[in-house]
């Protein structure tokens, strides 16, 4: 980090290096985090650590010679969570706090720039926080210099009182019910307030993990229902896991099969790995179109153990090919389905 440049208007202070360990100095300083408990104490120091660790790879300088980082706290949210998952291996309630905190860490300064402040932080509630994140984003702009640092500190606390003001602060927002919840995240125009007139017909279930997490092992232990499985799919057109041009052959025909118990109104199990939010909400979209919930069912296993369950699997995943899912895979969120189930050891 210590050849990572920043912008002298936001980061007079210079590298990133430089930003990071006056942040961590500012955040062991507040009142806030000394009133924490241990456990947050951990969680906050190493989103610290964490929060711009992407600068290195996202950093540029435009036109008008400024640096800039575009997307650093996204991409740094999924470089956290491997480092958390697969290097030093995290529980998973603390290792997501971490990404998330890392992933939100300049929403404070800029949520009334948003398109949508409300929604942007309602969302962020489910996903973080908000105190934690507070305390995150105070220590940022302090761990720097800055012409602006008294106007983003005011922005800090504006972000404080509309928490408090929406009824997020350090919790979620609660919706009337599940349902409610599900269309105001995905309908642009639904009002926070909306009830809708529940005429969802079935649910289906949908399965997310690593190849390997366990997903097969959980579907029989726990249900009886038709099962789409894009690994079968694949055994059938004789498609290797590892071969990425012929897996949209695999899921279309998926597709196509899903269809098929969508028309008749009959719920069934979609059991692939669905590790980005893109693709889930691509599902998510068809099935809701047939007025079917969507259950997501988040499978995980610890690192060591998932490549020993790889191993046993009748078609090994090969270990580039894990290594290449843990670094995109985006856990799913409360904001994207009805229900949303976590399993992990």
Known sequence: MEDVPQDPIF???????????????ELFNLS??????????????????????????????????QIRSPRHAKKGELT????????????????????????????????FQKKDPLKELIKCSY?????????????????????????????????????????CWGQTKSFENNLSRFIYFHKES?????????????????????????????IKNHFSLPIISLDEIRKELKISPGDSKAQ????????????????????????ATNLTKELRLKNINLFTTYKAKT???????????????????EEVVPINVIHRFIQKIEIPSMTEACKVEYIYE
């Open 295 to 313: 259950k997501i069912i988040y499978v995980e296993t610890p690192y060591k153990k998932l490549l020993q369950q790889n191993k046993k699997r």
């Open 80 to 111: 956290s969570r491997n480092i958390l998952y697969k290097n030093i291996q995290t529980p998973f309630l603390i290792r997501e706090t971490i990404c998330k905190l890392v992933r939100y860490h300049g929403l404070p300064i800029w949520i």
């Open 32 to 65: 806030e985090f000394q009133e924490l408990d241990e456990q947050e104490k951990e969680i906050l120091f190493a989103a610290a650590l964490l929060h711009d660790v992407e600068k290195r790879s996202t950093t540029e300088i435009n036109e008008q010679g």
């Open 127 to 167: 996903e973080v926080n908000t105190f934690l994140l507070y305390i995150l984003a105070k220590a940022d702009i302090l761990g720097r210099i800055s012409e602006g640092q008294n106007d983003f500190l005011e922005r800090i606390e504006l972000f404080k009182e509309y928490c408090i003001e929406q009824n």
């Open 190 to 218: 639904s009002s926070i307030n909306y009830v809708p007139f529940d005429d969802y017909l079935f649910e289906v279930i949908m399965m997310c993990g690593l190849p390997g997490s366990g997903k097969d092992t959980y």
């Open 248 to 271: 949209g052959k695999v899921a279309q025909v998926a597709k196509e099969r899903m269809k098929i118990f969508l028309r008749k109104k009959e719920s069934f199990i979609l059991n």
């Open 11 to 25: 980061h007079a202070e210079g590298n990133v290096a430089i930003h990071t360990q006056m942040v961590i100095e």
